[in-house]
């Protein structure tokens, strides 16, 4: 550890990523192991830990995340709002439609983010919050085709009529970006995706995934 750097916090910090990466939780020995310090240390971390609600330890003893990351996690999605909508509003004035980041929440797609075109007659009306299963509509399945490491090229995912009839959408996956799983795309009233709307949606994601590093 250099002097700038705290090594109590760092330790916090491992452990609850190591919890983080585990669906049954890690013992206090397990823990101790990983981390290369004792069982002391390692009871010390968790009981400040879970005075702050960000672990739990159940009956058995084994340590897990605890509920006071749910509000955490609310406080990034506005940070990543504010980095993204640059991108989006150049992205939605550009194309004439829709643009939106998506998140990942659970099995769900979830819009974080939305910005309409200024100068469209007409437009899909998509709001901040909208929820659909990732499975379904363009902003879901770019997500799973990232997850699933098949982002190939071209890059983009085109669908049409998934979410609303007589729509379709354009999204392309956010990569490299640690700790969040999204898409940038667009939807818009037609009955197929103009070519150019896939490139320049996979280039608002990288915009966005640039800004969010």
């Known amino acids: 550890m250099t002097a700038e750097t705290s090594q109590t916090l760092d330790r916090g910090l491992r452990v609850l990523k190591l919890l983080a990466d585990t669906d049954h939780g890690l013992t206090v020995t397990e823990l ?3 981390l290369g310090v004792n069982r002391t240390v390692v009871y010390r971390l968790l009981a400040t830990l ?3 609600a960000l672990v739990r330890r159940d009956l058995g003893g084994r340590a897990r995340v605890g509920l006071g990351v749910l509000s955490l996690g609310r406080q990034v999605h506005p940070l990543v709002r504010e980095a993204a909508l640059p991108a989006l509003r150049s992205l939605a004035e550009d194309i004439g439609a829709t643009a939106h980041l998506t998140l990942a929440d659970g099995s769900e797609a979830l819009a974080v983010a939305v910005v ?3 100068w469209t007659d007409y437009h899909v ?3 901040t919050g909208f929820r659909h299963p990732l499975d379904r509509g363009a902003a879901g399945k770019a997500i799973l085709a990232a997850r699933q490491g098949v982002v190939d090229d071209p890059g983009f995912t085109l669908t049409h009529g998934e979410l609303e009839a007589g729509a379709s959408g354009a999204a392309a996956p956010l990569l490299g970006v640690t700790g969040i799983e999204g898409s940038v795309g667009v939807v818009m009233l037609s009955d197929s995706v103009p070519e150019r709307v896939g490139p320049r949606v996979l280039d608002a ?3 966005v995934a640039d800004a969010l590093r």
Do not use: G, I, L, W
Request: aromatic share 6%; glycine share 0%; no cysteine.
């Open 116 to 118: 309409e075109p200024t």
């Open 125 to 127: 009306a998509y709001r």
């Open 205 to 207: 994601a990288r915009e």
């Open 50 to 52: 879970e005075q702050h």
């Open 32 to 34: 101790s192991t990983k």
